[in-house]
């Protein structure tokens, strides 16, 4: 299965364009407290996990300190998709302290954030083991951070589905309801489309029995309790991707991936989320 859609361009842009705009939100056009310190002081500081994590955020967290000062050096002690533990050093930096000082905030929220999408994608993908079902991810994202909570999805484990609505249909109930000729979805959706690859949800089994006959070859099963995966999974006889979506939690998803389902996908991967609980601290400091 593919672990990630997004391109290295695309990240590399991602990056310089979030840590501008967070820059800019929290700095704006100088650090107030930042010049309570001498303009030449240099510091060391150190980062620590305050509980266990999978790492992801790495290239956001190096980008806000060389955006803001190019002469700082990052030392990092673990590596990207590493599992840390309480307490444990994760990197230090070296360099101008209120360049430091003005950094610190930023460049955790962005580590801070993208360890929890990339932790409990790694939980989902853990309780799912030694099954033949993938995790997926959604376009249930915070708002700017579509392409970093993707990418944090993949260092997790995870799968990305489609990056935004320009890049693969999906046919939502909505847009059964709103159509003129329900019959008529698939031509309509491939005269659009670039790819064969049309997606489309379904909230019971007479709905999916009729986009099955109608040609359809990924259907997204919404809400189905696990009786009805299973019915499902018989009656598709292997003709099209299943992805079982809604009320999915840590408890049930083994239950769901035993059904035969190709694939998960789950909107908390990326919406609720607890932010990874990190620190940094300055170990030394020289005025000059």
Known sequence: MQRSKINKKTLIEAIQTNVKMAIQEDIGNIDLSAQLIEAKSTAVAYVKAKESALIAGIPWFNATFLMLDPKIKIKWL?????????????????????????????????????????????????????????????????????????????????????????????????????????????????????????????????????????????ILLDNFNIKDLKKAVLLNKKRAILEASGNITLKNVKKIALTGVNRISLGALTKNIKAIDLSMKIETFKSL
């Open 78 to 218: 673990v590596k990207e998709g590493e599992i840390v533990k309480k307490n444990q050093r994760l990197c230090e930096i070296y360099g101008n302290a209120k360049s430091i000082l003005s950094g610190e905030r930023i460049a955790l929220n962005f580590l801070q954030t993208l360890s929890s999408t990339s932790t409990i994608t790694h939980q989902y993908v853990k309780a799912i083991a030694n099954t033949h079902t993938g995790i997926f991810d959604t376009r249930k994202t915070i708002p700017g951070l579509r392409i970093a909570q993707k990418y944090a999805v993949a260092i997790g484990g995870g799968n990305n589905q489609r990056i935004g609505l320009f890049d693969q249909i999906l046919i939502k109930e909505n847009h059964i309801t709103s159509a003129k000729k329900i019959d008529d979805l698939l031509s309509l959706a491939l005269k659009y489309s670039k790819s064969k690859d049309i997606q489309i949800e379904v909230e019971n089994l007479d709905q999916f029995k009729k986009f099955i006959e109608l040609g359809f070859r990924n």
